[in-house]
């Protein structure tokens, strides 16, 4: 059965990692998508090469989330190419581990202006374009969003805001039809945590120590919640965040 057909969904950050996880799970239970990217276009156009051989419709979009024009345009696209828009996953997201007191006033504008801002801005968008029957908004936020970490502390106050403008958003939307949920990923193998050097053999051992199912996730563990999310099995469920993460807290 696939539970999306017909339905249109916009991921954020879709060129890479868990974004493009979720592009493709969400195209493989029958929707159309929207990859959105920042800066890699080779990235998502492999997402949208993978997508093709799988014969789901599907188009790349650059738009930076933390501008309101590029935001605008990505919304604007996305109604000329499919007419329509159902699901919103704002998994765009930017992190940096360092001490608490390395904390510079650009990486502050630059955290909060991805993870906080870029989710504001394009439901606002989505707001517009959501038919009669509502939409399903799925954010990302982490397990740092509820248990801040030691040398992260800028990233999991991003993501504590991101869980709050979860549960606020579903209050203020619901009578409108449009569910809002977050997804905590825990530690999950990506090219961004790769890319911060967050995949060492000793933070991989470490993180397997915290995690009780015993290894790493990955984007397929975090798509399958989702499309759990984006689909009407969870047409209950509204201001949530779900951890999906072996069981790491
Ligand atoms: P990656 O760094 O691998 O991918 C990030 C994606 O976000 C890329 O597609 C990137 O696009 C895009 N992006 C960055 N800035 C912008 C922007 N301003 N506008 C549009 N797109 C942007 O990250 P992950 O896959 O690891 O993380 C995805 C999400 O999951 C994030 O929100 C992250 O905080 C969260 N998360 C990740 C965990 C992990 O262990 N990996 C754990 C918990 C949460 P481009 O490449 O074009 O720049």
């Excluded at 492999?46 to 979009?61: F, G, H, P, S, T």
């Excluded at 991101?162 to 939307?173: I, P």
């Excluded at 990506?190 to 990955?218: D, F, V």
Aim: hydrophobic share 45%; with cysteine.
């Amino acid at each position: 059965m696939n539970l999306l057909t017909g339905k249109v969904a916009i991921v954020t950050g879709a060129s890479k990692g868990i974004g493009a996880g979720i592009a493709k799970a969400l195209a493989a239970a029958g929707a159309s998508v929207v990859v959105n990217y920042a800066s890699s276009r080779a990235g998502a156009e492999r997402v949208l090469a993978e997508l093709a051989v799988a014969d789901c419709k599907a188009i790349a979009v650059q738009a930076s989330v933390s501008d309101p024009k590029d935001v605008e345009r990505l919304f604007a696209e996305t109604k000329a190419a499919f007419g329509r828009l159902d699901i919103l996953v704002n998994n765009a997201g930017v992190f940096r581990f360092e001490p608490f007191e390395d904390i510079s006033v650009d990486e502050f504008h630059r955290e909060f202006s991805t993870n906080v801002l870029g989710p504001i801005l394009t439901l606002q968008e989505a707001i517009k374009q959501f038919g009669f029957e509502g939409g399903s908004v799925i954010n990302l936020s982490s397990l740092a969003g509820s248990h801040s970490l030691p040398n992260g502390i800028l990233y999991s106050a991003t993501k504590a805001a991101v869980e709050s403008l979860t549960q606020g958003l579903s209050a203020e939307l619901g009578a409108r039809g449009i569910r809002v949920n977050a997804i905590a990923p825990g530690y999950t193998r990506s090219e961004g945590t790769e890319a911060e050097g967050l995949l060492g053999e000793e933070n991989i051992k470490h993180y397997i120590s915290l995690t009780p199912l015993g290894r790493l996730g990955e984007p397929e563990d975090i798509a399958a919640a989702a499309v759990f999310l984006a689909s009407d099995a969870s047409a209950w469920i509204t201001g949530e965040t779900i951890r999906v993460g072996g069981g790491a807290r």
